[in-house]
């Protein structure tokens, strides 16, 4: 029987059954309970703002065997059709099941919700917004992701296509040694930006987090929004992303490129928490006193720190240009160097890259980066 989350009750058997169906995965990294708690909350998640979600549980003789988010963005649903999203799209995501069965039928009641709200077509999985964890995972599952990335078994991907998906779009994420120089040619290039003097590439101030948070927002909304699947992200969701983010922001490690005085393009890079959560969350999201030190002692001070670049932009007047690229080169070689120097960082992670976005992907493939997970977008007409 497939019911909507109706009670309390509900709600946290939502929530608990990830833990419990993979507990047993080497490479899944359990998230804080109440993180998960907050992302399926309208009183904590600004995406419930602008989207209506029904979140979905399946029971079989009164027990929890399966669940799934179905949800439609009115952000979404505001976008040109020839950028992937636009009227009539839906979605569904946070998809759990224990059988290929259960989780037939989980798609199937999502299908049928988004199609009574008016959907003509659906993308999946998103868990939520296309800003949280799209995609599921099809490359790369001998490794966990890292922080904000998603982690899905394998046989995930034939129970999704055997209900007729097929693939919208592939996300790539690239690893980097973060250890080895890049290539001279590169150097070249930070080199000559370094003694133009119309650019200069900073830090962020986290004295003036609200700023420099407001900055990067504009840049980031310029940059991506001709991009396939981009939906504009919120002055409350910004101000909620960063807020959540603070603890992981260092001045050093988030740079903004100025064009005579002007920002103009960002990067941003966070430490790998994911690693230390691996250790130290637990299986239910609840980690133990010991686990909690450990944890915020690591938050504090990252060191031994891997590191995820999750987002960056260059504003659409330069994109295209070798400015844009001495740009993305510098603010990299900037982070690179931080990374060893004051966090003893071995390995980077680039991404999510559209497998389209020429750009990015040669930048990646410049500096010696090689693809290590695929994370594929799925359709199907309803």
Known sequence: ????????????????????????????????????????????????????????????????????????????????????MGPGTGFWGALEA????????????????????????????????????????????????????????????????????????????????????????????????EKNSRITVRGVDKSKFDQEAATILDILNDAWSDNWGFVPITDKEIAHTGKKLKPLVREDLIMIAELDGEPVAFMMTLPDLNGIQQRTVGKHGKPSLLGWIKLGLWILKPKNADMRVPLMGVRKSLQASRMASQLAFMMIEYIRRAAIANYNGKRGEIGWVLDDNQGMNAIADAINSKVNKEYRIYEKGL
């Open 98 to 193: 224990e059988d290929a069965e259960i989780a037939a039928a989980l798609i199937a009641a999502a299908e049928q919700w988004l199609k009574d709200q008016g959907m003509t077509r659906v993308l999946a999985p998103m868990n939520l917004s296309v800003w949280e964890e799209p995609g599921l995972l099809v490359k790369g599952h001998d490794h966990p992701p890292m922080v904000m990335m998603g982690h899905h078994q394998p046989h995930v991907q034939g129970w999704i296509e055997g209900q007729g998906y097929t693939s919208a779009k592939t996300l790539y994420t690239y690893d980097l040694d973060i250890t080895k120089e890049f290539p001279p040619l590169i150097q070249k290039i930070v080199a000559m930006g």
């Open 1 to 84: 029987m497939i019911a909507p989350v109706s009670s309390k009750a509900d709600f946290g058997a939502f929530i608990d059954l990830s833990y419990r169906l993979n507990a047993n995965d080497p490479n899944w990294v359990p998230q804080l309970r109440a993180e998960e708690v907050a992302k399926f909350s309208a009183a904590g998640n600004p995406y419930f703002d602008h989207a209506r979600v029904q979140l979905l549980l399946a029971r079989q003789d009164g027990r929890v065997v399966g669940r799934i988010a179905a949800h439609i963005d009115e952000l979404a649903l505001a976008q040109p059709a020839e950028q992937g």
